[in-house]
């Protein structure tokens, strides 16, 4: 990919910000709801309880891991690649096959 002209910066931290904002207002969110709202059953109830219970003591840890998480995986795509050659690796010409043995044995039996 190529590299994001600086003029897009802003924009990107932007959208950033939009989207760590957004999963946090989410997170939240799910935090304070009742657990009956997405549960049917009373073990089902249970464990969003405990998952609600969870997370709202976490919550700096997974917004902090969220918003490290997108940014590096924005710096990944956005990165400049080091080069356009297709680099080979050393290969056993063996583990080469364009049909699988299972087919060919098959096939030899149909035809026996």
Do not use: Y
């Not at 002209?5 to 939009?18: F, K």
């Not at 969003?48 to 840890?61: E, I, N, S």
């Not at 917004?63 to 995986?73: A, I, N, P």
């Amino acid at each position: 990919m190529n590299p994001i002209p600086p003029r897009a910066h802003p924009a990107l931290e932007a959208a950033i910000r939009q989207i760590t904002r957004t999963a946090a207002a989410v997170a939240e969110r799910f935090c304070d709801a009742p657990p009956a709202a997405a549960a049917t059953r009373p073990g089902e109830r249970e464990l969003m309880r405990l998952a609600q219970t969870d997370l709202r003591r976490k919550l700096a840890v997974f917004r902090q891991g969220f918003d490290d998480s997108l940014r590096e995986k924005i710096g990944q795509e956005t990165a400049p690649r080091a080069s356009g050659a297709r680099k080979f690796a050393a290969t056993d010409w063996r583990s080469l096959t364009l049909v699988e043995d299972d087919e060919v044995e098959e096939r030899m039996l149909c035809d026996r």
